[in-house]
């Protein structure tokens, strides 16, 4: 059963417009919620990171947390088509014990021009 | 300039035959991962290490051997390949068994045929 749940699977956008994505934790021992994004062919990079309420912003990039729902989501605004990727999300528990990154299934975002 | 070197970039092997995916990192990490990525599965986590000592095993198979013979250095062996094994496998490190940033390597593309 997968932890980490994404959605949509999928997304299109186009060029200037605002992607959203969404994250939920289904385990309640997670504290800690990572953006990665993944080109195609290529190895998933970090993006940004949130542990606590509220919102995070960086660009165009703006993170949302609500720890009491373990969810949480990813705006893109201004979408470019090279924002075109797979965003994972992953979570983790707080620091100590078995650190065992876990991401979601992604989603596909492409931005057409 | 690659911190995280995994060789061969391409391997295709023959179904039943035994292959060793290689990972090293430069990036002073404490932390090491696998994982597994394909066209019909998600990121999948397969292996954490922390100061060689194997921390976690989610993969149900015995085929797949983690090898760390140098903090720096965390190996893949599988054998008996089958071509449900095809995948585009990853290697992964963390300062620490905590909540901090993944760092990925490039990947080895396998194919078995």
């Known amino acids: 059963q997968q932890k980490v749940q994404q959605s949509p699977e999928s997304l299109i956008v186009p060029e200037g417009g605002m992607a959203s994505l969404n994250c939920t934790s289904s385990?309640?021992?997670?504290?800690y919620f990572w953006w990665y994004r993944q080109h195609s062919g290529k190895s998933p990079k970090m993006l940004m990171?949130?542990?606590?309420?509220g919102e995070k912003e960086e660009g165009r990039f703006t993170v949302h947390l609500n720890k009491a729902s373990l969810h949480t989501s990813l705006h893109i605004r201004d979408s470019q088509p090279s924002d075109s990727a797979l965003y994972l999300c992953?979570?983790?528990?707080?620091?100590?014990?078995?650190?065992?990154?876990?991401f979601g299934k992604g989603t596909s975002l492409v931005v057409h021009p | 300039d690659p911190k995280i070197i995994q060789k061969p970039k391409y391997l295709v092997a023959v179904t039943g035959s035994e292959k060793i995916l290689i990972c090293e990192q430069y990036?002073?990490?404490?932390?090491m991962y696998w994982y597994r990525q394909s066209a019909k599965k998600p990121l999948e986590f397969m292996f954490s290490?922390?100061?060689?000592?194997?921390?976690d095993n989610q993969t149900a198979s015995s085929r797949f051997q983690p090898q760390s013979s140098k903090k720096n250095h965390l190996d893949l062996q599988i054998t008996a390949l089958k071509p449900d094994d095809s995948a585009t496998y990853f290697c992964?490190?963390?300062?620490?068994?905590?909540?901090?940033?993944?760092?990925f390597g490039k990947g080895t593309r396998l194919t078995v045929v």
């Open positions: 992964a490190s963390s300062p620490g068994q905590g909540n901090t940033e993944v760092f």
């Open positions: 385990d309640r021992n997670v504290d």
């Open positions: 990171s949130i542990f606590s309420n």
């Open positions: 992953a979570a983790s528990p707080p620091s100590g014990g078995n650190y065992k990154p876990t």
């Open positions: 990036l002073g990490h404490n932390a």
């Open positions: 290490y922390s100061y060689q000592k194997l921390m």
